[in-house]
């Protein structure tokens, strides 16, 4: 009954580095999200998947990169990480709706990777 | 664009008391309304939900009812527990949508 499963769950890294975050579900969801959250900004979407195959930018894709290998997996790369991407990182996945859309299915949320950059 | 506001916390309550959180949305069409709580070192996890207008989502005792007149969706429970201390996000997400539009999150304390 795992659900959505994030790794590591903390890093720490110096400017500069590179990083991926990964992100898998096993509920069989088509789409899958990255977000970071932050104090007093709540929860701000960085990339999304509608469904395997495709990916989009979300609010603050900037530093960013994503992959959906497979139906599953989401992984997210920082190429070179600043301090400003401080912060928690979480992966959510949502199932379709029988209409093909996806309106009144709610996210569900790994427990979030902790990134520090120095 | 679509927008959630909710009232900024932190909200500090003695254990037993009525809580209210507020939320107000802007949206056009006829989005699906959520609550979500999230615990310390956690991730989000679904509370309640109403997909259209006068629904009434509950769970743990905790209730919000769907209001288009209003553009309200706001969270009440009448006796809250040191346990209920977390932070609750009100969220929407449209028809048909990939996204969902989350709130700035509301901190709640529970005393004993």
């Known amino acids: 009954n795992a659900g959505v499963t994030q790794t590591p769950k903390f890093q720490v890294l110096k400017t500069g580095q590179s990083m991926t975050l990964q992100c898998a579900q096993d509920?069989?969801?088509?789409?899958m999200y990255w977000y970071r959250q932050d104090p007093g900004m709540g929860l701000r979407l960085i990339y999304y998947?509608?469904?395997?195959?495709?990916?989009d930018k979300g609010e603050v894709p900037n530093g960013y990169n994503v992959s959906r290998l497979n139906k599953r997996e989401f992984s997210l790369r920082l190429e070179s990480a600043a301090p400003s991407q401080t912060s928690v990182y979480f992966c959510?996945?949502?199932?379709?709706?029988?209409?093909?859309?996806?309106?009144?299915?709610?996210?569900?949320f790994g427990d979030g990777t902790r990134l520090s950059i120095l | 664009g679509n927008s959630v506001t909710q009232m900024e916390g932190p909200v500090t309550l003695s254990e037993e008391a009525f809580l209210t959180i507020n939320c107000t949305y802007t949206a056009t069409g006829y989005p699906s309304l959520f609550w979500y709580v999230q615990y310390p070192g956690e991730g989000l996890q679904l509370l309640l939900k109403?997909?259209?207008?006068?629904d009434k989502g509950s769970n743990k005792g905790f209730e919000a009812t769907y209001r288009k007149e209003t553009t309200s969706f706001h969270l009440e429970k009448g006796s809250v527990q040191v346990s209920d201390s977390a932070v609750y996000f009100c969220a929407l997400k449209d028809t048909g949508g990939f996204k969902t539009i989350f709130g700035a999150g509301t901190r709640l304390f529970v005393k004993a």
């Open positions: 959510a996945s949502s199932e379709r709706s029988g209409t093909g859309g996806e309106g009144n299915q709610p996210q569900h």
């Open positions: 509920m069989n969801h088509n789409s």
């Open positions: 998947s509608a469904s395997e195959g495709t990916t």
């Open positions: 109403a997909t259209k207008a006068d």
